[in-house]
């Protein structure tokens, strides 16, 4: 029997470093007098996020490992999709130091390490080989996001949001238990990679209608958490409720933490069985579903994102549409599936985060959600709106932006199976071109529009570095995608294996 002791516990140093972190922001939130500025606390978060990527960094050539009897596994895939987390914390954190002068947090403490339990709980997900921690770092996540958008009490919007989401996230939460509790009865074991090995050898085919079951609840569940459609409906509400800070988190790094563990999930578990060729694959009545639900997310978040006149509801459907883009290689399950996989997430982290610091800079100056947010916005900051057509012409996938190469590369990657699949990438190229009318009516507002005033937009200097940070690699990304690729392959050389075997 081996003792605390004799774990390996170097492997959650990142882990630790944020748990650490949460609890002495929440001791210092306790103990320091009512009279101290507790938006400090955002640098300390900061901080504690930039010292775990450092750390996980210093991880990245270790040998494959797990501790705790295999709940938690430091592999390929959970060093590549924690760097994303981590990366988009630590900007959020950056952006949330400055907090908005219309409707402002009153309890900045909680505000800050309930942030911290958020990344933690995400970062849990990533490294979970059993459905067990995976379910703890899914609620850790979860409920960390539902406090942080009904943290504002005195919003009645906050406090609507916060109703919803709960709501929402209550049902998303008993279905996806309820597709775990029949993966466990299948197979008799939480374990990832001992489900796996049951499942491989499945031959029974009254099991295999179980386990379709099994598929469909869990991926609905998961589903609302994504907020892919029809099962979105919470996010628009949720984003124009929360804070921007926070809303800039539930957007990227709590949507990727979602990709994360569908990914584990369905490479892992569903995408052994044989199909009726022996060979391991999703079966048919799987793929059908995904891809109709790609198909449905992709044109239900670009469409009704036509008539929104709010600009975080906007960015809600745009998200919803992304999410749809990102279910395309999911289903394809090619070679290039996790690498296309990884940068695009990459891409839209950079660009949805900047797009969300300008947006909370604009509204510390006038308060407002619509679209003329934007209206003459290059006469009033030539800088912000240089950087504003960066991201949107990255949203929209224009050539020379990161957006556009994770676009291409899963819209190639759809022709590699045989027999190739044309359907979703025209569902995706048509729905790409029917994002520009809503995405080019704010650079018609930023660039055609007269400003109401002739007061300059005054931006925080650490908005300003979130924006500069993520306009940078946009635009170094989507011109040398191979420094992206080249970082992906050289820190993660055995990731596709983890996509073929399970285990590096």
């Given at each position: 029997m081996q003792t605390l002791l004799g774990y390996q516990w170097s492997l959650m140093t990142p882990e630790f470093i944020v748990v650490i972190a949460a609890i002495l922001l929440s001791l210092l939130d306790l103990l320091l007098k009512d009279s101290f500025n507790r938006q400090r606390f955002a640098y300390g978060a900061f901080g504690a996020s930039v010292l775990a990527l450092v750390s996980l960094i210093l991880l990245y050539h270790q040998a494959t490992a797990d501790i705790l009897e295999g709940t938690f596994v430091l592999d390929g895939f959970a060093k590549a999709f924690k760097t994303l987390l981590l990366v988009g914390a630590a900007l959020v954190f950056l952006l949330a130091a400055s907090g908005e002068k219309k409707t402002p947090i009153e309890d900045k403490g909680e505000y800050y390490y309930l942030l911290l339990t958020a990344l933690l709980g995400a970062m849990f997900?990533?490294?979970?080989?059993?459905?067990?921690?995976?379910?703890?770092?899914?609620?850790?996540?979860?409920?960390?996001?539902?406090?942080?958008?009904?943290i504002r009490k005195r919003s009645q919007a906050s406090n609507e949001a916060a109703m919803k989401y709960v709501i929402n996230g209550g049902i998303s939460t008993a279905i996806t238990l309820f597709g775990f509790s029949y993966l466990y009865g299948l197979t008799g074991s939480t374990n990832i990679i001992a489900m796996r090995e049951a499942l491989a050898n499945l031959s029974d085919g009254s099991m295999h209608l179980l386990l379709a079951f099994a598929f469909l609840l869990t991926f609905v569940g998961l589903s609302f958490k994504?907020?892919?459609?029809?099962?979105?409906?919470?996010?628009?509400?949720?984003?124009?409720?929360?804070?921007?800070?926070?809303?800039?988190?539930?957007?990227?790094?709590?949507k990727l933490a979602g990709f994360v563990i569908m990914m584990r999930l369905f490479i892992m578990i569903f995408?052994?069985?044989?199909?009726?060729?022996?060979?391991?694959?999703?079966?048919?009545s799987m793929q059908?579903?995904?891809?109709?639900?790609?198909?449905?997310?992709m044109i239900v978040g670009n469409t009704i994102a036509l008539k929104q006149q709010n600009v975080k509801r906007l960015f809600a459907y745009s998200g919803i549409a992304h999410a749809g883009y990102l279910l395309v290689p999911l289903l394809m399950l090619s070679p290039f599936t996790l690498d296309s996989m990884w940068f695009y997430m990459l891409a839209y982290l950079l660009m949805n985060i900047g797009v969300f610091a300008i947006i909370h800079g604009l509204q510390r100056q006038n308060g407002s959600e619509g679209f003329?947010?934007?209206?003459?916005?290059?006469?009033?900051?030539?800088?912000?709106?240089?950087?504003?057509?960066?991201?949107?012409?990255?949203?929209?996938?224009?050539?020379?932006?990161?957006?556009?190469?994770?676009?291409?590369?899963?819209?190639?990657?759809?022709?590699?199976?045989?027999?190739?699949?044309?359907?979703?990438?025209?569902?995706?190229?048509?729905?790409?071109?029917?994002?520009?009318?809503?995405?080019?009516?704010?650079?018609?507002?930023?660039?055609?529009?007269?400003?109401?005033?002739?007061?300059?937009?005054?931006?925080?200097?650490?908005?300003?570095?979130?924006?500069?940070?993520?306009?940078?690699?946009?635009?170094?990304?989507?011109?040398?995608?191979?420094?992206?690729?080249?970082?992906?392959?050289?820190?993660?050389?055995?990731?596709?294996?983890f996509f073929f075997t399970g285990a590096e």
């Amino acid at each position: 029997m081996q003792t605390l002791l004799g774990y390996q516990w170097s492997l959650m140093t990142p882990e630790f470093i944020v748990v650490i972190a949460a609890i002495l922001l929440s001791l210092l939130d306790l103990l320091l007098k009512d009279s101290f500025n507790r938006q400090r606390f955002a640098y300390g978060a900061f901080g504690a996020s930039v010292l775990a990527l450092v750390s996980l960094i210093l991880l990245y050539h270790q040998a494959t490992a797990d501790i705790l009897e295999g709940t938690f596994v430091l592999d390929g895939f959970a060093k590549a999709f924690k760097t994303l987390l981590l990366v988009g914390a630590a900007l959020v954190f950056l952006l949330a130091a400055s907090g908005e002068k219309k409707t402002p947090i009153e309890d900045k403490g909680e505000y800050y390490y309930l942030l911290l339990t958020a990344l933690l709980g995400a970062m849990f997900m990533a490294s979970s080989a059993d459905l067990i921690t995976l379910f703890v770092g899914l609620e850790l996540l979860s409920l960390s996001s539902f406090i942080l958008v009904g943290i504002r009490k005195r919003s009645q919007a906050s406090n609507e949001a916060a109703m919803k989401y709960v709501i929402n996230g209550g049902i998303s939460t008993a279905i996806t238990l309820f597709g775990f509790s029949y993966l466990y009865g299948l197979t008799g074991s939480t374990n990832i990679i001992a489900m796996r090995e049951a499942l491989a050898n499945l031959s029974d085919g009254s099991m295999h209608l179980l386990l379709a079951f099994a598929f469909l609840l869990t991926f609905v569940g998961l589903s609302f958490k994504l907020a892919t459609a029809p099962f979105h409906m919470w996010a628009p509400d949720v984003y124009q409720g929360a804070a921007t800070p926070v809303t800039a988190f539930l957007g990227t790094v709590s949507k990727l933490a979602g990709f994360v563990i569908m990914m584990r999930l369905f490479i892992m578990i569903f995408a052994v069985v044989p199909d009726v060729t022996g060979k391991q694959s999703l079966s048919a009545s799987m793929q059908m579903y995904i891809a109709v639900l790609a198909a449905i997310t992709m044109i239900v978040g670009n469409t009704i994102a036509l008539k929104q006149q709010n600009v975080k509801r906007l960015f809600a459907y745009s998200g919803i549409a992304h999410a749809g883009y990102l279910l395309v290689p999911l289903l394809m399950l090619s070679p290039f599936t996790l690498d296309s996989m990884w940068f695009y997430m990459l891409a839209y982290l950079l660009m949805n985060i900047g797009v969300f610091a300008i947006i909370h800079g604009l509204q510390r100056q006038n308060g407002s959600e619509g679209f003329d947010l934007f209206a003459g916005l290059f006469q009033r900051s030539p800088f912000a709106a240089v950087a504003m057509t960066i991201f949107i012409l990255s949203l929209a996938g224009i050539p020379g932006t990161a957006g556009f190469i994770g676009k291409i590369n899963i819209f190639i990657g759809a022709f590699v199976i045989e027999p190739g699949h044309y359907v979703l990438p025209s569902i995706m190229m048509a729905t790409t071109v029917v994002s520009f009318v809503y995405y080019f009516r704010i650079l018609q507002q930023m660039f055609f529009r007269k400003p109401e005033g002739d007061q300059k937009l005054k931006i925080p200097f650490n908005v300003n570095v979130v924006i500069t940070l993520c306009a940078v690699l946009t635009l170094l990304f989507g011109i040398l995608p191979a420094i992206g690729y080249q970082f992906f392959y050289e820190n993660f050389p055995l990731l596709k294996d983890f996509f073929f075997t399970g285990a590096e």
